[in-house]
């Protein structure tokens, strides 16, 4: 992609002290990623920020990504201490509960211990669009956050009650100021944590195909009546044009319609479950970005 993608919207410069003014009220630290990109969906500046707080990581929409690929995530992730779990959209939010407990069980038995009942407080944070307010519905059992498939919904921290013992903090999804590694802005753009508007869809949606051929050719070449398994790049997206019939007057090619179909199918995981990074292997230490070095998240 030619032009450098521009994801810092002012809005969460204020977004980010807030967050650091509330981390000393926290408990628990539950940071949620996207399980298809377990990776790129990952803030490091947030990781840098949880230092020595108790800390879960969540791979959320794990419906949407490869399982074997998913396990071998949460193996990499436990190897380096790391509390961690895989959950989908609609299951095993009693599993984040749980986690949850356990993470604050140590000052929940302090406090009993001189004749208080505490209150855990756990923050929950990640990128835009993946999945904050979701989780804190279903934690809640009815809906007290905004949730859309648009980053950007929740502007400001707010702390919210989901039983007498348990309050949630759903906060802004936070990007990060500066990212040199335009791969990963990309990538945070398939999942919509970037909005559209700030970029070239089009090259968007060239580097999407091309992720997807990587991991899952065939489920590409399924949906979008594709035939060459070798085809890359625009000649990739002009197929994937002619195989789903999107033709203008004249046979030519309608490419805004391409693109934003691509995009859209893979966001709706119509496409069957793809993960687009590949698990390190475990302990491989060398293979972390440098922002998980010094973080504190291995409990």
Not at 32 to 51: E, G, Q, V, Y
Request: charged share 30%; glycine share 6%.
């Amino acid at each position: 992609m030619s032009e450098r993608i521009n994801w810092y919207p002012g809005h969460m410069a204020k977004a980010r002290r807030q967050l650091q003014e509330q981390l000393a009220r926290a408990d628990v630290i539950v940071e949620l990623c996207d399980a298809r990109l377990p990776r790129a969906s990952r803030n490091p500046d947030l990781i840098r920020m949880m230092h020595g707080k108790e800390h879960i990581l969540i791979l959320q929409k794990s419906d949407l990504a490869d399982e074997k690929e998913t396990e071998r995530w949460l193996s990499y992730f436990r190897s380096l201490q790391v509390t961690c779990a895989a959950i989908d959209a609609n299951k095993q939010y009693k599993q984040v509960l749980r986690l949850i407990n356990m993470k604050a069980e140590h000052k929940v038995a302090q406090a009993r211990a001189r004749g208080i009942s505490k209150t855990v407080r756990a923050m929950v944070v990640g990128v835009p669009n993946v999945g904050k307010s979701t989780i804190i519905n279903r934690l809640n059992g009815s809906t007290i956050a905004k949730v859309s498939d648009r980053p950007g919904v929740t502007r400001a921290v707010q702390w919210v009650k989901v039983s007498p013992y348990l309050e949630l903090l759903d906060s802004p999804g936070l990007l990060w100021p500066r990212l040199d590694d335009q791969e990963a802005a990309l990538r945070l753009s398939y999942i919509a944590a970037i909005k559209d508007d700030v970029q070239d869809v089009y090259a968007l949606a060239v580097h999407l195909l091309d992720d997807m051929m990587a991991a899952k050719p065939e489920a590409v070449m399924e949906r979008f009546r594709v035939q060459d398994d070798t085809l890359r790049g625009d000649l990739l997206l002009d197929a994937v044009c002619r195989g789903r019939g999107f033709l203008m007057k004249g046979g030519q090619i309608d490419e805004e319609r391409g693109c934003r179909v691509v995009l859209d199918e893979f966001r709706a995981g119509k496409l069957g479950r793809i993960t687009l990074e590949k698990a390190p292997v475990p302990n491989a230490r060398k293979e972390e970005p440098d922002a998980e070095q010094p973080s504190g998240t291995a409990e």
